[in-house]
């Protein structure tokens, strides 16, 4: 069983950064992708950025030039470091862990962009 444990969600002004981290805990797992989804009020959950078991990532055309995905790969902890943030981009953000077998969600993190 896998957990995810996500954390740096928060409020910011227009133009700011945040960075998010999801550290998967747990033991007996094998990865083929990690990522970051979010929901905005009334809208459906979207992908933001992913990035796979050989590092190969992927970004919403919306988050591209401003989002960064990386990974610690001994610490199997995925981040988000999103610059230039806009009031659009808030939402609950959610960590999304693909396996073989499965795939699970974070708890989710609110990052709101306001003045």
């Known amino acids: 069983q896998v957990q995810l444990v996500e954390s740096g969600g928060g409020l910011v002004q227009p133009g700011g950064s945040l960075r998010l981290s999801c550290a998967a805990l747990?033991?007996?797992?094998?990865?083929?992708?990690m990522g970051w989804y979010r929901q905005a009020p009334g809208k459906q959950r979207e992908l933001v950025a992913s990035i796979t078991r050989g590092g190969r990532t992927n970004y919403a055309d919306s988050v591209k030039g401003r989002f960064t995905i990386s990974r610690d790969n001994a610490k199997i902890t995925v981040y988000l470091q999103m610059n230039s943030l806009k009031p659009e981009d808030t939402a609950v953000y959610y960590c999304?862990?693909?396996?073989?077998?499965?795939?699970?969600w974070g708890q989710g993190t609110q990052v709101t962009v306001s003045s």
């Open positions: 999304n862990l693909k396996t073989p077998l499965y795939t699970d």
């Open positions: 747990g033991s007996g797992f094998s990865i083929n992708a």
